[in-house]
């Protein structure tokens, strides 16, 4: 069962997906792309750890901002849950900005995250973000990303057996099991 779960910022989509994917295994995995650059990005790290211990549901925290589909072949668990591709994504970029094939680069690293997903056989829930919806970035590299992860949700989404979108905390189910693109 592969999810791919996506949403805008605050939408509920982390909180969504990781109460899915909690209803799919009777443990997981939960990868953390995100890296802390600051106090404030610490302490809502360190909250979501606390919400994950107290909801009842035992998770191993795997926090890998680069590696994602070496870690996604790799987790050996009942359910796996990652947390979010668009931060890994964001994290790619900066890292390869000032390479003169940065996008290709990139591209490449999404067609392997897609390869990686396709081939998980138990259950696996995506999170990502839907960062389209405003005005065209001023700048070079917000465009940049906004392409790349445009192009990467629709890669994952073809894939995906089921995808939500989560709007106002509520999930709507985009695709369902029974339906493919
Ligand atoms: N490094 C690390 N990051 C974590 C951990 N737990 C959660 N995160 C990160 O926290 C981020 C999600 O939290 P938020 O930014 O608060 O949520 P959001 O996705 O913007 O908001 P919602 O749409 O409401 O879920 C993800 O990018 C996770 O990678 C952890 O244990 N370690």
Partial sequence: MKVLVTGGARSGKSGFAEAYAARLGDRGV???????????????????RENRRNRGFHWDTTEEPYALAETLRTA???VVLVDC???WLSNWLLRCEH???????IEHRIDELADAFGSMEGPVV??????????VPEYKLGRIFRDLSGRMNQKL????????LVTAGIPVELKSQAFRL
Avoid: W
């Avoid at 390479?99 to 680069?105: H, K, V």
């Avoid at 995506?126 to 005005?135: F, H, Q, S």
């Avoid at 989404?157 to 939500?164: S, Y």
């Fill in 30 to 48: 939960y990868i953390a792309t995100a890296q802390a650059f600051d106090e404030e990005m610490e302490a809502r790290i360190e909250l979501h």
């Fill in 76 to 78: 050996n668990a009942p």
């Fill in 85 to 87: 591709l668009t931060l």
């Fill in 99 to 105: 390479e003169q094939d940065a996008e290709r680069l």
């Fill in 126 to 135: 995506l999170v990502t973000n839907e960062v389209g919806y405003g005005l």
């Fill in 157 to 164: 989404a073809r894939t995906a057996d089921q995808v939500f």
